[in-house]
């Protein structure tokens, strides 16, 4: 990925310096890149894998212990914005 990433912004600057000018921007730009993981942006829905956080597993106990069904207490935590 840093590899498409390095040729995609060359790509981008080649109408804007001379040849010269984007090997000596390619060559730093690769011996910086070699330090980063760069990953192209995603707006993919995932799945959520891990366990539900301890602050909210006591808030929907609390909201149990006040009498309120499952039905009710899916509106009252979903119908708010927070």
């Known amino acids: 990925m840093e590899n498409k990433f390095r040729i995609e912004?060359?790509?981008?600057l080649s109408n804007?310096?001379?040849t010269d000018k984007l090997k000596l921007i390619?060559?730093?730009?690769?011996s910086t890149l070699i330090n980063y993981d760069?990953?192209?942006k995603s707006t993919e829905v995932?799945?959520?894998q891990n366990d539900i956080p301890?602050?909210?597993?006591?808030?929907?106990?609390c909201k149990s212990m006040k009498g309120?069904?499952?039905s009710s207490l899916y509106l009252d935590v979903v119908g708010r914005n927070y």
């Open 26 to 30: 390619d060559n730093i730009l690769s």
């Open 54 to 61: 301890s602050e909210i597993k006591s808030f929907l106990v």
């Open 46 to 48: 995932t799945l959520y």
């Open 16 to 18: 804007s310096f001379p």
């Open 38 to 40: 760069i990953n192209q």
């Open 9 to 12: 912004l060359i790509t981008k």
């Open 68 to 70: 309120l069904t499952k």
